[in-house]
């Protein structure tokens, strides 16, 4: 059985281009979370989806950040007109119900 | 909202002697707290986690021990090895599998051969 999948595992961008990341739940996960770490810190929530819905989107800045898990393929996290505050590393989690959240390799991006 | 925190930030011991990383929260309606390993590069690894109905929990060589009361949870690692060297994360949540994870802020581990 396949773990959390995220994709690129690196990604740059200058500032003002748009970011996408990606995200494969493991196989029979109907529950998907994003967090963001900077370096030497913890792990921050960001938010919460199910298929085709956010249930949790506490985390998220107001602006620029957006996030989608939609009936077929992965979750998506966008980031618009990114900014230098942006580079950190962005986790994915999966998790069935009930149980523990398994993480993914995450997205190292860089804004130049 | 909530907050946990972790201590210490470093510990350093010797191979084979124990390792006690502990955590406090403040949110009173927790009840899952979950450890994690981090190693450098990688994403964090679900290493042993605890429900509000449970005191404490062992798997092999790592023990997890809950006081609700004083609110706060430790992790014990016991006859180290250097494969145990990473950074460990505690975190709380308030229902498991199905609500965000409020993480401290990690503990760098490492065991000295």
């Known amino acids: 059985n396949a773990g959390v999948m995220q994709n690129p595992r690196h990604l740059v961008r200058r500032r003002g281009q748009e970011a996408r990341l990606r995200c494969s739940p493991m196989?029979?996960?109907?529950?998907v979370y994003w967090y963001r770490q900077l370096p030497e810190e913890g792990l921050k929530f960001m938010v919460y989806?199910?298929?085709?819905?956010?249930?949790?989107e506490s985390g998220m800045p107001k602006e620029r950040f957006s996030a989608e898990f939609p009936k077929e393929g992965p979750s998506i996290l966008r980031i618009q007109q990114v900014v230098r505050g942006d580079s950190a590393a962005y986790f994915c989690?999966?998790?069935?119900?009930?149980?523990?959240?398994?993480f993914g390799p995450g997205t190292r991006l860089t804004v130049l | 909202g909530e907050n946990v925190e972790q201590h210490p930030s470093t510990l350093s011991v010797q191979e084979g002697d124990s390792a006690v990383i502990k955590c406090t929260y403040s949110?009173?309606?927790?009840?899952?707290f979950p450890w994690y390993k981090q190693e450098l590069g990688k994403g964090p690894q679900l290493i042993i986690d605890?429900?509000?109905?449970?005191g404490e929990k062992k798997d092999q060589r790592i023990a997890v021990t809950l006081n609700k009361t004083a609110k706060h949870f430790s992790l014990h690692i016991t006859e180290t090895q250097p494969e145990d060297s990473a950074v460990y994360f505690c975190?709380?949540?308030?229902?498991?599998?199905?609500?965000?994870?409020?993480f401290g802020q990690g503990t760098r581990l490492t065991i000295n051969p």
């Open positions: 989690a999966s998790s069935p119900v009930r149980e523990g959240q398994f």
């Open positions: 196989k029979g996960h109907s529950h």
């Open positions: 989806l199910q298929k085709e819905n956010i249930i949790d």
């Open positions: 949110d009173s309606a927790s009840n899952y």
């Open positions: 605890i429900r509000s109905n449970v």
């Open positions: 975190a709380a949540s308030r229902i498991q599998g199905a609500q965000k994870l409020v």
